[in-house]
T-cell receptor, first 114, second 110 residues
Framework: SAVISQKPSRDICQRGTSLTIQCQVD?????MFWYRQQPGQSLTLIAT?????????ESGFVIDKFPISRPNLTFSTLTVSNMSPEDSSIYLC???????????FGPGTRLTVT | DAKTTQPTSMDCAEGRAANLPCNHS???????VYWYRQIHSQGPQYIIH???NNETNEMASLIITEDRKSSTLILPHATLRDTAVYYC???????????FGTGTSLTVIP
């Protein structure tokens, strides 16, 4: 299994600012994923990030709001831009596993926008 | 996009088997059934997955009906640490995107 870390673990941000969340994996992986979990809700896939190509966004999520970088096979960032209180959520990254497309999840970043 | 239906919540006595059902009546032939759980304030944790046959590992057993339209996750001897939200997810063997449903909140009672 992969060990995934995220930074920051939590943050409180002002409306209108941006926050970049980092995801680091202890092994090289091709595919990384970013999810959002709003308070009391299930996880929603934001985008899929492959190294060397543009991220693929799910319906309802756009690159201007959630730009993603994937500079190498062990690292990715998600930026939440021009934040509003509705962006208050837990943001999780995950990576593909080695067997049958399982995924391993990071601990999440808890974001509160005031 | 979630194509699974699960009860919202369940209780289970500590030490007893927890049986968590999942309906996936529109499952396709190439879709696997995956189970994950999310303990409060943590990232989801992989439990088990299967395609057609029943599966067992150190954490749980997965029973898939012959028509594959439903499945049951079995935790044989539930402990307090098994209290979590359990997600049943379908995943094709050509894609990697997980679409989570609402899950079942399992509470293990002492």
């Amino acid at each position: 299994s992969a060990v995934i870390s995220q930074k920051p673990s939590r943050d409180i941000c002002q409306r209108g600012t941006s926050l970049t969340i980092q995801c680091q994996v202890d092994s090289q992986v091709t595919m990384m994923f970013w999810y959002r979990q709003q308070p009391g809700q299930s996880l929603t896939l934001i985008a899929t990030a492959n190294q060397g190509s543009e991220a693929t966004y799910e319906s309802g999520f756009v690159i201007d709001k959630f730009p993603i970088s994937r500079p190498n096979l062990t690292f990715s960032t998600l930026t939440v831009s021009n934040m509003s209180p509705e962006d208050s959520s837990i943001y999780l990254c995950s990576v593909e596993g080695t067997a049958d497309y399982e995924q391993y999840f990071g601990p999440g970043t808890r974001l509160t926008v005031t | 996009d979630a194509k699974t239906t699960q009860p919202t919540s369940m209780d289970c006595a500590e030490g007893r088997a927890a049986n968590l059902p999942c309906n996936h009546s529109t499952i396709s032939g190439n879709e696997y059934v995956y189970w994950y759980r999310q303990i409060h304030s943590q990232g989801p944790q992989y439990i088990i997955h299967g395609l057609k046959n029943n599966e067992t590992n150190e954490m749980a057993s997965l029973i898939i009906t012959e028509d594959r339209k439903s499945s049951t996750l079995i935790l044989p001897h539930a402990t307090l640490r098994d209290t979590a939200v359990y997600y049943c997810i379908l995943l094709t063997n050509t894609g990697n995107q997980f679409y989570f449903g609402t899950g079942t909140s399992l509470t293990v009672i002492p």
